[in-house]
């Protein structure tokens, strides 16, 4: 008998994964303040670069809210700048990271800091719980093959779906180009993709 | 709105051994899903609102609740019949294209559900 109704499982997991690494974090974070406070007592000069470490790490976490904002907005545009943005906050941290171990009165409290604060612990829900609401609802055509039913299909870049009316008409045809070719001009690449793509029709018609 | 909680690094411990206490607490209060079946009915093509309407959830567990459209004894205005093409509507058919509405809402809410869960965790909202 056919389902009268449609419905979509929604739920959260890996929330004991979540517990452990938060657990994790505040052992380091014990450590932490344990040596920040040691350093203290001590006048270390180094100190300010602990603290440099700290607002790069902070710096980081806006990162990551602003990938996170792309993402739910699905804004390409946004997610590049987002991401790379990103990608230079880590280098300036793997660069404050070097100094830092380079001095070994630091490098206790630095490294305690950087485990708590860099760890990403609190990215892991929102990979967990976005891979899991979409796995157990969209079908994958990974490899290949005839669609058996009608339905939402998780696709990926560079595959290729063939309307049925071409596949009855003239069967599936692939354009594939030398390997040299990812190499041209993006712009150039495209613009020649359109006739390449009629002289084929034209020959399996 | 941006809500920001500063946190001393002597604290900082607390504060995270706070969120792994309140984790399971705020995630379970966290899946009633108000907010998903709003999206789910925006997302819900409409010609006699029908099958918008039959759009709810059902709590299946402490950590899981079903976003479900159609059945249920709704029944459509027009025809007299039961709503029962939910699914060819969200997935379309030969003579039809889909529009997932249920995918849609859960694709745009997911992360906010996530991030709703870590800063309820964390103290951030209430």
New interface residues.
Partial sequence: MMETSLTYTVSVTGLDQVKAQADSAARSADLASNSISALQGQGVRTMPLVMNALQTVTSLHHSVENVTKALQTMNPEAMVYALLSMVSVVTNLMQVMRLLRESTATAAAAQAILDTLTGGWWLIPLAITAGALIASSVRSMQTGGPIQETGIYLLHRGEYVVPTSSVSNYGPFYVSFPESSLRLDMNRFLRELGPRLARQVRRAA | MKITKAVG??S???E??L??ER??VV?TS??S?DR?VISAKVFCPVSTGALMD?IRVER??P??????????GHINPRTRR???Y??HV?????RVP?R?F??QA???E??????E??DLAGGLMQ
Wanted: charged residues 15%; negative net charge; hydrophobic residues 50%.
């Fill in positions: 690094v002597d900082l411990s607390v995270i051994r969120i792994s984790i399971e995630a966290s899946m899903l998903l039959s299946r567990g950590l899981e609740t079903a976003l479900i459209a159609g059945g249920g039961p709503v029962d939910a699914r969200h997935d379309g058919t030969s889909p997932p249920l995918l859960v694709l745009s997911q992360l906010r559900l996530a991030m869960i870590m």
